[in-house]
């Protein structure tokens, strides 16, 4: 009865603002159709053969050992992705903002390298350093019956892929962490050991289950790494159900591999948002915390350090093999240096340069405005279902991309909606995919502005969408960064949904790279790598300075 | 332009979420209403929902019931953007990431107003405001009161029907308070715009308005200029928020007398109570004299404190609470604790309080 009129009472007074009424009618019906209503097709598959309600597919879980051992080698291979990046990112995250060490800026930025090029990059440089022809395993070792493929393989490319977004995330919740509650419990005789484990560790336990589970979701949906490196022998989700529906064309098994991939990626989703995100410390002091942590001796301070310098290395050397790779003219036989895989990405394979390029461009500014309008909508509108919308609008962040490619050529390949093959159905797909960390982002910053800044500008006569464009809009002007950034890098670098919904007509690089993988040309590969990575830096500095012109004034200003 | 405000049968529940049954009413049928440029402070204790009748006036809050009028005109359905009463936020809500011109013009810009036109106005007001010079810096580069002074001249540049001020000068120290009160005060009899200022410090309240309103729980207390509010307070409540009081129990007489601490005075006013009936009487501390001799109750000096411009004594009177008297002036005679003293006060400065 109060909902009810809860409801009623804010519907009146959104009926005074129509533009506010039809942009939320608009996005709530956006997000139903190209969020929900896919997920929903994805199931309906999963549970119908030929048109009847069956629980058919699913019993073949019980019966196929293939499928079994996929569950099985998926959910390992990504718990243990999942700790050894968390290890990692912990370390380098409690190094580099914590400790004096010299280069911090660089190996900072060179353990982020990874979040900016095709996930499976590293993939293809473990194919060059250990495969059949690498330079380590061949060359150097002279071993002649070992194999990266399977289980080894896919760990350590996933975890040089994912280990970053862990340091990312846990540099957040280090930084945040008052080093005066290390000082103070070093004052009252604690050793460094005891401290770490009494104060600093327990502060910033919740961040590191929470960069767990996220690396856990990253590396159960991937699908890339597992594609080049996983094998024959080692089945593995994402994959098997992309084969189940491209070889065999077996669209309900497919959708029921894709519900069983969904379960344990929003299982842990629901844990990382719902409990965790509640149990964050975070101290915001204002004051910066800039003071170098006390707690650890030198030896154990170089001792960590060493670890972090070992694992930018091994990014240097892996993106320093996809340079000379794309420069050599048969890797493992004739290593004299040609610019003909460059001559082919930019001729035979420039189609998949533009077209991926079309569509990240108009990907990018549609994907950063609706993050940020969707944000102020939940944190400055009150309007029914304005939970449901929260929800629904980050949900595919959880949503692993094999099911939601599935659920696209499901839903957008027949009446009411008929997509497939289209450049809509690519934008619309990583426009709904990779929309929700610019929302977030754009609710963690509006969250902290004075909302009556906003209102001054409704006080002086601005409407609704006045007062996002002027105020709201330059206000947020970080999360709009982070947004675009996000937004273009993933359009970039995006596989897993986006190799059900290529085409003839509209291609993309990294389909392309998975191609040329696939048939041994690794040069090729190489080159639109360097392509891609090349193309994201500079829009990232384009990005930046656009970003930097739209709030000359606020440079400087905290808010 | 600028218009009077008529505030009818005003409420505001919020929804409490400790108690869902239990709606807070901020604001309790108030009613209300400012003559053409008139200024009406709104005053009260924390929590008293100053604030929140003021955004509704601003059309931030939706009224939960009654009305509010500009002139004629009914504006509960009027939204925000379109009620033309511009705000002074307590937070002065600059926007950071316009300069000071830009700010200022804001609100201009978007009447889409000649550049010109746009120009000389905000020129001409930011004069006004002391803000000359400063057009091209940007918000962080301003001292507190000069931030004060770009929200205040944003808010006058629009030439709105009504002038709303959320206590606009609690975020500064107390000498530019001062100052930038009789600025205020000055610019809006200048401008002459209906105003509604809110603030909970009574000095600036009695100094500023035309009318006071002082609140309690949502509720109107008392309405009145600085004046009656002072001498005449309806209730206790009115009489200790606004200024010291001594609040002394007598006894009704015969013709409008009352009998206190033994003695008897006549007062000026009709008694609304009938003879043996108990009444509470306010006797500010200020209209007390003190004597060695001359007076019409006995007191002795129980506690002297010397404040500069005047002296503090309490005084203990037999049958009643300890009476707080102030004496200044050069003329003040002075006394030492363990005097006995005789106070008298005239009757016309003795206000019968309402029960
Ligand atoms: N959005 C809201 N939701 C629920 N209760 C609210 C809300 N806003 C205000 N209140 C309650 O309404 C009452 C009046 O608040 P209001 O802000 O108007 O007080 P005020 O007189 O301006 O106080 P102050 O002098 O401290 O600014 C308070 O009890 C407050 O807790
Ligand atoms: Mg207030």
Known sequence: MVKVNKAARQLKVLARDPVLVALIVVIFSAVAIFVVYPLVKVLIASLQVRGVWTLETFGQLGERRLYRSAIVNSLSVSTLVGLLGVVIGYIAAFVLTRLDVPGRRVLHYLTMLPIISPPFVSAVSILFLFGLNGVVTKQILGLQDFSIYGFHGVVASQVFTFAPIAYLALRGVLASINPVLEDAALNVGATGWQTFWKVTFPLSLPGIASAFLIVFIESLSDFGNPLVLAGAAFPMLAPQAYLEITGSFNLSRGAMLAVVLLIPSLTAFAIQRYYLGKRQYVTVTGKPSASASRIVSPPVKWALYSIVVLFAAIVTLFYGVIVIGAFTRVWGFDYTPTLAHFAYVFDVGFNAVTDTLIIALITTPLSGLLGMIVAFLIVRQKFPGHGALEFGSILSYAVPGTVVGIGYILAFNSPPFVMTGTLAILVLCFLFRYVPVGIQSGVAVLRQIDPSIEEAARNLGAGTLTTFRKVTLPLIAPAFFTGLVYAFVRAMTAISAAIFLVSANWNLMTVQILNQVGSGRLGVAAAYSLVVIGIVLVAIVIIQAGVTRMTRHSASVKV | ?355
């Open chain 2, 1 to 355: 332009m600028t218009e009077p405000v008529r505030i009818q049968g005003l409420c505001k529940a919020f929804d409490n979420l400790d108690d869902p049954a239990k709606p807070v009413l901020a604001v309790n049928q108030v009613n209300l209403d400012i003559n053409e440029g008139e200024l009406v402070t709104l005053l009260g204790p924390s929590g008293c929902g100053k604030t929140t009748l003021l955004r509704m006036v601003a059309g931030f809050e939706e009224p939960t019931e009654g009305d509010i009028f500009f002139g004629d005109r009914r504006m509960n359905n009027v939204p925000p953007n379109r009620r033309d009463a511009t705000m002074v936020f307590q937070s002065y809500a600059i926007f950071p990431h316009l300069s000071i011109f830009e700010n200022v013009a804001f609100g201009l810009r978007l009447k889409s107003q000649s550049r010109k036109k746009i120009e000389k106005h905000v020129t001409e007001v930011l004069a006004m405001t002391g803000l000359s010079g400063m057009a091209n810096r940007s918000p962080t580069q301003l001292s507190g009161g000069q931030q004060q002074r770009v929200a205040l001249a944003r808010a006058i540049v629009m030439e709105p029907r009504v002038l709303l001020f959320d206590e606009p000068l609690s975020n500064l120290d107390a000498k530019l308070r001062d100052q930038m009160r009789i600025e205020i005060r000055e610019l809006q009899q200048r401008l002459g715009i209906t105003s509604l200022y809110v603030t909970h410090d009574q000095v600036e309240a009695m100094s500023i308005s035309d009318r006071i309103v002082v609140m309690r729980g949502g509720v109107v207390e008392q309405v009145g200029t600085p004046r009656e509010i002072y001498s005449q307070p309806a209730n206790r409540f009115v009489a200790e928020f606004i200024g010291r009081a001594n609040f002394i129990t007598a006894k009704v007489g015969e013709a409008n007398t009352v009998d206190l601490a033994g003695a008897r005075i006549a007062l000026d006013a009709p008694i609304a109570a009938s003879p043996g009936d108990s009444v509470t009487l306010l006797v500010r501390p200020e209209v007390v004299t003190l004597s060695p001799t001359e007076g019409i109750i006995n007191g002795t000096v129980r506690r002297v404190m010397f404040l500069g411009n005047l002296t503090e004594y309490l005084i203990e009177v037999p049958g009643t609470d300890p009476w707080l008297v102030e004496l200044s002036g050069p003329e003040a005679p002075t006394f030492t604790a363990g005097d006995t003293v005789r106070l008298s006060l005239p009757p016309s400065s003795i206000h019968v309080l309402a029960e």
